[in-house]
């Protein structure tokens, strides 16, 4: 039982090791590139990032025309020039025009709050003129009327308030 189990993990570890002969470079687009092969001829040492160790094998140059078939481009952001990517401009367009509907949306809805506050106090100040009885019902249900300096200050709020909200 013992041996079995020790076939199987140096099974494992032998079929393992090919993942090591894995080749990683950037082509000229700027997108890593992963392959079991090298990279084509034209891309310069520089952009190879990883590469299987050969000992004392020089690095066997692929033509460029010939496909590998291997390859997986793998884009990445901070490499990505801006224009590549299609999809990418699309959802951000989207995204700032959600924005700016949301922005109207918002500035409609204070302006309309605005000029009910201003209606409100355009009101408010026609009824609170001098000379005129003004009655209010307290937190206890009582009616009561409202005397000259509560008229003055109330008539004071309505103007800061048309002056604030009715431009």
Request: proline share 7%.
């Given at each position: 039982?013992?041996?079995?189990?020790?076939?199987l993990?140096?099974?494992?570890?032998v079929?393992?090791?090919?993942?090591?002969?894995?080749?990683?470079?950037v082509d000229k687009?700027?997108?890593?590139?992963?392959?079991?092969?090298p990279?084509?001829?034209?891309v310069?040492?520089k952009?190879?990032?990883?590469?299987p160790?050969?000992?004392?094998?020089?690095?066997?140059?692929?033509?460029?025309?010939?496909?590998?078939g291997?390859?997986t481009p793998?884009?990445?952001?901070?490499?990505a020039?801006?224009?590549?990517?299609?999809?990418?401009?699309d959802?951000?367009?989207?995204a700032?025009?959600a924005?700016a509907a949301k922005?109207?949306?918002?500035?409609?809805?204070?302006?309309?709050?605005r000029?009910?506050n201003?209606?409100?106090?355009?009101?408010?100040?026609?009824?609170?003129?001098p000379?005129?009885?003004?009655?209010?019902?307290?937190?206890?249900?009582?009616?009561?009327?409202?005397?000259?300096?509560?008229?003055?200050?109330?008539?004071?709020r309505?103007?800061d308030?048309?002056?604030?909200?009715?431009q």
């Amino acid at each position: 039982m013992k041996l079995h189990k020790l076939l199987l993990v140096t099974l494992a570890c032998v079929w393992a090791t090919g993942a090591l002969a894995q080749w990683q470079w950037v082509d000229k687009d700027g997108r890593k590139v992963f392959s079991d092969r090298p990279p084509p001829a034209d891309v310069p040492e520089k952009n190879i990032l990883k590469q299987p160790h050969m000992g004392n094998k020089p690095r066997a140059p692929v033509a460029a025309d010939a496909p590998t078939g291997t390859e997986t481009p793998v884009t990445t952001q901070a490499s990505a020039s801006p224009g590549k990517d299609k999809q990418l401009e699309d959802n951000k367009a989207k995204a700032e025009a959600a924005e700016a509907a949301k922005k109207k949306a918002e500035e409609e809805r204070v302006a309309k709050v605005r000029a009910d506050n201003c209606a409100r106090a355009r009101l408010s100040k026609v009824q609170l003129a001098p000379g005129r009885l003004v009655a209010s019902t307290n937190a206890k249900g009582e009616r009561g009327f409202m005397d000259d300096a509560t008229r003055e200050a109330e008539l004071r709020r309505a103007d800061d308030i048309i002056a604030a909200d009715c431009q």
